[in-house]
Structure formats: structure tokens, C-alpha cells
């Protein structure tokens, strides 16, 4: 899965069996086919490719037309696409004035990379582009031991659960999407014409415990929905008390790698 987080949109070779040295030869080693893919960016585009690769992709900054021209630049060229917010801002009643911080709020959309690999090159390979041109091999081996991508391969794996959900369910990949607003993020809201389900997903190296079944039930509460199933997604198992949970209850659903293997 964690080649898919990397590669997706690629030709690579697949007969690696360590992620780092696929990286070393099909993209350090590879360095000036790669630039060459992206030669005609703007270094504006290129620099925005980067901030949104490793923020939480907001489209806040759409009224700078610096910002605009940029990310109208990274869209035309496929390499972004735009994720809808679901936030919707209150309706005061009649006579009513809503309170200023409310009005201010600006509703964000937020981008998607169109292929993992496009976000994995900006974060960490377009930044240092001219650097990787040069690197020797112990260079190169420094820089595979820099990449932490525990935490960036969160959001890949957010997007395969959600696919998953699309495939497990039966409904359109349209009707799921992640819900946030300015005090509350859901990592999956599926909301189908028959059924809502809320769910969280952690891709993290230990198990994960009831706290974040709480903690979705929860912020689903705080956006006023009433879920028909809660999903928990784990790279690294559930508790004890999770899954004796899930076994006496048909409305909240425990997901591990093992179960991703039908789409994968």
C-alpha cells in the first residue's frame, strides 16, 4: 500500500520490495527525466504545489490573485483538483444578527494532488530539486533516511478508506467526502440516500483504543448528524475493548489492512 502512497501515477518498476529503494532508483536516480515532467511550472506553482502538499490544503488564500493564478496554473495542468467544502454558514432568523466572528468566517475548500505522486514530488523532491541533481550516493542515502512519511501517508490512506467505503457499500465515490469547518474535521462522511456513516482513520504504528470512537461520536454530535454506522480505520489493529465493542454492536465497523485487499 505504501508503494500506492508514493507512486500512484508513475511507471516505476514493481519488483522492489523496500519503499526507500524504489525511491532511490525510480526517482533519485531518475531525477532529470522527473524535472523534465514538470520544466514548464512556475516557480509560484511550484512553490504553492509544495505548501499544499505538506498543509491541510486549504484554498483560503483564492482572493490573493498571486495565490489564484498559481493554483489555476497547478489545476489546468491536472495536478490539482478541488474538494468541496460541506460547511454551510448559519441562517440568522428574522431580525437576528449573527456574530461577528461567524460573518468573517471564510467557508475553505480545500486541494487534492490528482496522483499520489505528484504530492510526494512536491513536498519532498521539488524542493530540492537542483540538490538531488548533484547527490552522491551517501547524499542519497542521507536523504532516504530524512523521509518521515508516517504522517504524510495519512492523507492516501484517508483517500483508500474512502474508496474502500465506495466499494464495501455500494455508493457512489461522489458521496463521500471529509467534513470540516473552522472547529471540527471528520476524515470520512458518507452520505448516501438510504444511510450516514462517520469515520476516522489513523495510520499510525500502534493500536488504536475507543478514545477516537468517542471522540467521532463526539464531533458528530458538535455538526448535528446522527450517523447510521461509525467506521474506525487502523494500520495497526484495535483495542480489546474496541472490538469486543464491535462484535456486540452492528453499527460501528473496525477496518485493518487486511480487509483493503479486494481493492488494492
Same mark, same amino acid.
Given at each position: ?22 525511491? #532511490?532508483?525510480?526517482?533519485? /536516480? ?29 484554498? !483560503? ?7 489564484? !493564478?498559481?493554483?489555476?496554473?497547478? %489545476? ?20 437576528? !444578527? ?17 496522483? #499520489? ?26 536523504? =532516504? ?19 474502500? =467505503? ?59 448528524? !446522527? ?7 487502523? %494500520?495497526? /489493529? ?10 456486540? #454492536?452492528? %453499527? ?13
Amino acid at each position: 500500500m505504501e508503494f500506492y502512497f508514493v507512486f500512484e501515477g508513475l511507471d516505476f518498476s514493481t519488483h522492489y520490495s523496500e519503499l526507500k529503494e524504489a525511491i #532511490n532508483y525510480e526517482i533519485l /536516480g531518475k531525477i532529470t527525466e522527473l524535472k523534465a515532467l514538470f520544466a514548464n511550472l512556475s516557480k509560484d506553482a511550484s512553490s504553492l504545489a509544495h505548501k499544499l502538499a505538506l498543509s491541510n490544503r486549504s484554498l !483560503k488564500g483564492l482572493k490573493d490573485p498571486r495565490f489564484r !493564478k498559481a493554483f489555476n496554473e497547478l %489545476k489546468s495542468a491536472g495536478i490539482i483538483k478541488v474538494e468541496k467544502s460541506l460547511e454551510t454558514k448559519p441562517t440568522p432568523l428574522f431580525g437576528e !444578527k449573527l456574530k461577528r466572528e461567524i460573518r468573517r468566517h471564510l467557508i475553505s475548500d480545500k486541494a487534492h494532488f490528482s496522483k #499520489n505522486f505528484y504530492r510526494f514530488y512536491f513536498a519532498f523532491i521539488a524542493p530540492k530539486i537542483e540538490q538531488i541533481s548533484e547527490f552522491s550516493d551517501k547524499d542519497k542515502e542521507q536523504f =532516504l533516511s530524512s523521509l518521515k512519511l508516517e504522517r504524510f501517508f495519512c492523507l492516501p490512506f484517508e483517500l483508500v478508506c474512502a474508496d474502500f =467505503l465506495s466499494h464495501k457499500l455500494g455508493v457512489m465515490r461522489s458521496s463521500i467526502s471529509s467534513y470540516w469547518d473552522k472547529d471540527c474535521e471528520i476524515d470520512i462522511l458518507v452520505q448516501s440516500s438510504s444511510f450516514c456513516l462517520a469515520a476516522e482513520v489513523k495510520y499510525k504504528e500502534h493500536i488504536v483504543s475507543k478514545k477516537l470512537l468517542n471522540e467521532l461520536v463526539a464531533k458528530c454530535e458538535k455538526i448535528g448528524i !446522527k450517523p447510521d454506522f461509525y467506521a474506525l480505520f487502523s %494500520k495497526s /489493529g484495535f483495542s480489546g475493548e474496541l472490538i469486543n465493542l464491535a462484535k456486540k #454492536n452492528p %453499527k460501528l465497523l473496525l477496518f485493518e489492512l487486511n480487509d483493503f485487499k479486494d481493492i488494492l
